[in-house]
């Protein structure tokens, strides 16, 4: 198993473990019946279910989560947006419509977290692919200092990884 592959499953991990702590309910998704033009890593990574709260029932959700682990984000997303039609995000809109898209990276754009989010529900195509911290969106309910412990465990294990 090569770097990419290793920090690929360390940044779904990751991302599992900050949704729990967040009180959130995550299962793997399958087995589903996989459409023929996608093959098995297409599909996302986990189902995400927060549950009623005593009193809120409307605070109820269920979302597709997909993470991804990028080293250069910006220029992926860069690449991605050019790509119109084609793009990623396009072909994973028609096919999950709320899916949100977790990009994690230990290199991130200074003042940025290491944990990015991308709503393709609220995402227009066509339009530039913008991140968000993942303890922004207001539905996750996701603290801002649950992010950043799960960062400093990245750059950890990153840096351990890469023998620096």
Aim: proline share 8%; glycine share 6%.
């Amino acid at each position: 198993m090569d770097l990419l592959a290793i920090k690929g499953r360390l940044a779904l991990a990751l991302v599992e473990s900050i949704f729990r702590r967040a009180g959130i309910t995550v299962t793997p998704v399958g087995p589903l019946e996989v459409p023929p033009h996608l093959g098995r890593e297409d599909l996302p990574d986990f189902a995400a279910r927060r549950d009623p709260a005593v009193g809120a029932p409307d605070a109820a959700w269920t979302r597709l989560i997909e993470v991804r682990y990028r080293l250069d984000l910006t220029h992926y997303l860069a690449v991605e947006s050019q790509r119109g039609a084609r793009s990623t995000f396009t072909r994973a809109r028609r096919q999950w419509p709320a899916l949100l898209v977790v990009f994690v990276s230990d290199h991130p754009e200074p003042g940025r977290s290491c944990f990015q989010a991308v709503d393709l529900g609220a995402w227009v195509p066509g339009e530039a692919i913008a991140t968000t911290a993942l303890w922004a969106p207001p539905e996750l309910a996701i603290y801002r200092q649950n992010v950043e412990e799960h960062e400093l465990l990245l750059r950890r294990m990153s840096a351990l990884l890469s023998g620096v």
